[in-house]
């Protein structure tokens, strides 16, 4: 079974742009997490999605938005970027009961800002 | 809301021997679940071992183990017969469940650098 793929592996862009993360989920997943790594702030969640609706959100700025298909596929979108958006940003997808089916990974989407 | 600490920031092994990682977390929630995340120079985070806080046993995996400790709210993480391969950053992670509220995903601590040495 194919694990989570997040597309691109690597992003540069400038202040002020914007950009737009995939991620497609383990197959018969249903729910996808978002989290944000930094070497200052470490690991934070931005939000998750499960059957196409945000159920959870962070304490991240509006700049920081998301959607999911119908088909689990999750993207991520950062608007106004700013220089301290540069990070390593996660996906994690799960079957969707909280806990009781752990999260995985991909492998990341490494996002500078110049 | 959840806070997870892990005091060590590094820690050395001899492969082939035995390191425990500490892991403290707090919440107010009687509904939780633990975990420990392998994360390599590869970047993917990977599960290690998981333990739901309604279960007095200790989750095991192989070579991996933990110490939890409810009342004390530690989770400590206990590695055997260490492998070149176990070399990566190690971080201790604490999710809500449902009948909390769960809003906040995982809430992960800073992570500890464990170095194998040959």
């Known amino acids: 079974k194919a694990g989570v793929t997040q597309t691109p592996r690597y992003l540069i862009k400038t202040r002020g742009q914007q950009v737009t993360l995939s991620c497609s989920p383990i197959?018969?997943?249903?729910?996808v997490s978002w989290y944000q790594q930094t070497p200052g702030q470490g690991l934070q969640f931005l939000f998750e999605y499960f059957s196409e609706t945000q159920r959870n959100k962070g304490n991240f700025p509006g700049r920081f938005s998301g959607r999911q298909f119908s088909n689990s596929r999750s993207e991520m979108n950062v608007s106004t970027l700013e220089l301290g958006d540069s990070a390593l940003y996660l996906c994690?997808?799960?079957?969707?009961?909280?806990?009781?089916?752990?999260?995985?990974f991909g492998d990341g989407t490494r996002l500078s800002i110049l | 809301a959840q806070t997870v600490t892990q005091s060590q920031p590094e820690m050395s092994v001899q492969e082939a021997e035995t390191v425990t990682l500490s892991c403290t977390y707090d919440?107010?929630?009687?509904?939780?679940?633990l975990f420990w995340y392998k994360q390599p120079p590869s970047r993917q985070m990977i599960l290690v071992i998981r333990?739901?806080?309604?279960?007095?046993q200790n989750a095991t995996e192989n070579r991996f183990s933990v110490n939890f400790q409810k009342a004390a709210k530690s989770f400590s993480l206990k590695i055997s017969d260490s492998q070149l391969g176990d070399a990566a950053m190690y971080f201790c992670a604490s999710l809500e469940g449902y009948s909390g509220g769960g809003a906040d995903g995982l809430t992960f601590g800073k992570g500890t650098h464990l170095i194998i040495q040959p």
């Open positions: 197959s018969g997943h249903r729910s």
């Open positions: 994690a997808s799960s079957l969707g009961d909280r806990g009781s089916q752990p999260q995985h």
């Open positions: 333990q739901e806080a309604y279960k007095q």
């Open positions: 919440t107010s929630e009687s509904d939780y679940y």
